[in-house]
């Protein structure tokens, strides 16, 4: 786990052997305000992993001018053990031991399996609503807030889209990852009159030339006896196939670390967008650049779900409207911050965001 200036500042190992539990809190930096960052329940969560997405947090509620600094938690959950029970019983007894933490220092949200629920969880051993954000309507959250992330990809892509001096429409896209952020990613690109060619679910990848029903494909993703492999008339694919698809945008938003050493050379997309976190391997971003790729990263694209996480903590009663509007603004000027650093200096939009985000914690 590297260690700089800017953190880590505490790091929790919770070992409960009486439930079998192991997890993880890491504060990586408060210098704008406690850290923020979601909990996330996988059998791929260790310190190292959660250590990366804690300063991811960090630049990314700088980047949004947020009064929050970066954090994240952690709690291995293998597939062996997917129990509501369980569950339940390893998420309440993790928040007993962060207990000290939460609010004062670390505010936590929804992660990857872990939601609405698990949140109102954490607000019953805490008996403190402002200690998570995330929460059921009825405990002070935001409704319709599972929208915000998918909503800011969107905006970030029509960003430097529009930054190069065209349009979305009319444009292709392929879609890593049909879930709550893919799913909202979909709606608003073809909203704005785009195409989605390809998409995919945890087990395999589509593609159709011609496009698709989204209600289909919402039929398909929301059955437990279906796939969207079986939407009609497609072509099944692979994930690599995929990420290697030559479309205009690309949208990864399934999970970290898909572009890799073995694939990156064969990327295709004019734009890759990021929304899911950490979704290429570090130090690959500047050789997509360099290949003439333009990545948004994530600490800049997927930005969305913090923001509405800071107005559901300041504003419980903020509508959805509100919420939407704020991510737009926020991520337009954050992206076009980038974009500007990029042109000014000659460097890839990651190397820009981080000298951003860095600027604003530092003063």
């Known amino acids: 786990m590297k260690k700089d200036k800017f953190g880590p500042e505490l790091v929790v190992e919770v070992h409960r052997p ?6 993880y809190l890491i504060i990586d930096n408060r210098n704008l305000g406690p850290g923020k960052g979601g909990i996330r329940m996988s059998e791929f969560v260790d310190r190292e992993e959660v250590a990366r ?11 949004a001018e947020l009064p929050f600094g970066g954090a994240k938690s952690g709690i291995v959950w293998s597939r062996d053990r997917h129990d509501q029970d369980d569950k339940e019983r390893l998420l309440r007894g993790f928040v007993e031991e962060i207990a000290p933490y939460l609010g004062s220092h670390y505010v936590a949200a929804p992660d990857i399996n872990t939601g609405e629920t698990e949140m109102d969880w954490l607000v019953e051993v805490t008996d403190d609503p402002s200690a998570t954000t995330g929460k059921s309507a009825s405990n002070g959250g935001i409704e319709n807030k599972s929208i915000a992330t998918g909503f800011g990809v ?5 960003t430097v889209i529009e930054s190069r001096g065209e349009t979305v429409e009319g444009m292709t896209v ?16 073809e909203d704005k009159g785009a195409k989605i060619v390809a998409t995919s679910d945890s087990q395999s990848g589509i593609y159709s030339e011609d ?9 398909l993703k929301d059955s437990r006896d279906h796939q969207l492999s079986e939407y009609p008339d497609t072509k099944e694919i692979t994930h690599d196939e995929l990420r290697l698809l030559d479309v205009d945008i690309l ?3 399934s999970i970290s670390d898909v572009i890799t050493e073995d694939n990156y050379q064969d990327v295709k997309a004019r734009i890759i967008v990021q929304g899911a ?23 800049v694209a997927n930005a969305g779900g913090v923001i509405a996480s800071w107005l559901e903590h300041e504003k419980p009663d903020t509508t959805e409207e509100e919420m939407l509007s704020v991510i737009r603004e926020k991520i337009r000027k954050t992206t076009s ?20 985000a860095h600027s604003r914690i530092e003063q």
């Not at 009486?18 to 997890?23: N, R, S, Y």
């Not at 392929?174 to 690109?189: F, H, M, N, P």
């Not at 500007?340 to 000659?346: F, I, L």
């Open 154 to 158: 969107a905006v970030a892509a029509e």
């Open 211 to 219: 496009g698709f029903d989204q209600d289909k494909l919402d039929e």
């Open 174 to 189: 392929a879609i890593d990852g049909y879930g709550t952020v893919g799913r909202q990613a979909y709606v608003e690109l």
């Open 337 to 356: 911050a980038v974009i500007e650093t990029c042109e000014a200096e000659g460097v890839h939009p990651r190397s820009a965001a981080v000298e951003v």
């Open 53 to 63: 997405l804690a300063r991811a947090m960090t630049l990314k509620t700088a980047l």
């Open 251 to 253: 949208v990864l938003s």
């Open 277 to 299: 976190n950490l979704p290429i391997v570090p130090g690959l971003e500047e050789k997509l650049h360099e290949k003439g790729i333009f990545v948004v990263p994530d600490i």
């Open 18 to 23: 009486d439930i079998d539990l192991e997890g």
